[in-house]
């Protein structure tokens, strides 16, 4: 747990800026990042002096959140490197578009986990219209959200399959942890407020 804790604390480090930009823009990729960013937080505060009082438990949440923002933070700062340039705001007009892309790669990760049978030329056609978009800079189409939820319906075979992502088991993490998502954006605990 201590080493984990040590990488926690030298990623939080160079990507705690990047993080705080989303939040003070209010961007999607916010919203996506922040369950398992703060259930992180919470519990590196938890166990930072006392990495021994861990369990297998909360190293896997631990590695697992890590593992994930690390990637999906890696990802978002390539874009903004090499898309945009490193313009932030420019970044963040596409925030949504980008967000949906990671969406897809995860539910891609998740369906090939569970074995779910899905149509692999539409998921490579989505994705690849996703990235037109955010590598070619083009118009963000008004019924966007709706054009991928439609596609993703038509690709999965199930048809009462159910996507659970790392997100949503996160939110439940967090929802275990007394951990909730407030108006303001604060982490609320149940001892307190962390900001």
């Given at each position: 747990?201590?080493?984990?804790?040590?990488?926690?604390?030298?990623?939080?480090?160079?990507?705690?800026?990047?993080?705080?930009h989303l939040k003070?823009?209010?961007?999607?990729?916010?919203?996506?990042?922040?369950?398992?960013?703060?259930?992180?937080?919470?519990?590196?505060?938890?166990?930072?002096?006392?990495?021994?009082?861990?369990?297998?438990?909360?190293?896997?949440?631990?590695?697992?959140?890590?593992?994930?923002?690390?990637?999906?933070?890696?990802?978002?700062?390539?874009?903004?490197?090499?898309?945009?340039?490193?313009?932030?705001?420019?970044?963040?007009?596409?925030?949504?578009?980008?967000?949906?892309?990671?969406?897809?790669?995860?539910?891609?990760?998740?369906?090939?986990?569970?074995?779910?049978?899905?149509?692999?030329?539409?998921?490579?056609?989505?994705?690849?219209?996703?990235?037109?978009?955010?590598?070619?800079?083009?118009?963000?189409?008004?019924?966007?959200?709706?054009?991928?939820?439609?596609?993703?319906?038509?690709?999965?075979?199930v048809d009462d399959?159910?996507?659970?992502?790392?997100?949503?088991?996160?939110?439940?993490?967090?929802?275990?942890?007394?951990?909730?998502?407030?108006?303001?954006?604060?982490?609320?605990?149940?001892?307190?407020?962390?900001?």
């Amino acid at each position: 747990m201590e080493k984990l804790l040590k990488e926690y604390q030298g990623w939080l480090t160079d990507n705690k800026n990047f993080y705080e930009h989303l939040k003070s823009h209010e961007s999607a990729l916010f919203v996506r990042f922040q369950p398992v960013y703060d259930v992180l937080l919470v519990l590196f505060q938890e166990y930072k002096d006392h990495p021994d009082q861990g369990n297998e438990d909360i190293e896997k949440i631990f590695q697992v959140g890590l593992e994930y923002l690390n990637m999906q933070f890696f990802n978002c700062k390539m874009y903004l490197k090499k898309t945009f340039d490193n313009n932030f705001h420019h970044f963040l007009e596409y925030d949504q578009v980008i967000s949906y892309s990671l969406f897809l790669e995860d539910l891609k990760y998740e369906l090939v986990e569970k074995s779910v049978s899905y149509d692999e030329k539409a998921m490579e056609s989505i994705s690849d219209f996703l990235d037109d978009i955010i590598e070619n800079k083009k118009e963000i189409p008004d019924n966007l959200g709706l054009y991928v939820d439609g596609k993703i319906h038509q690709m999965i075979d199930v048809d009462d399959y159910h996507f659970t992502g790392i997100i949503d088991i996160f939110v439940e993490i967090a929802d275990a942890l007394g951990i909730s998502f407030d108006d303001e954006q604060d982490i609320t605990i149940e001892r307190g407020t962390i900001k």
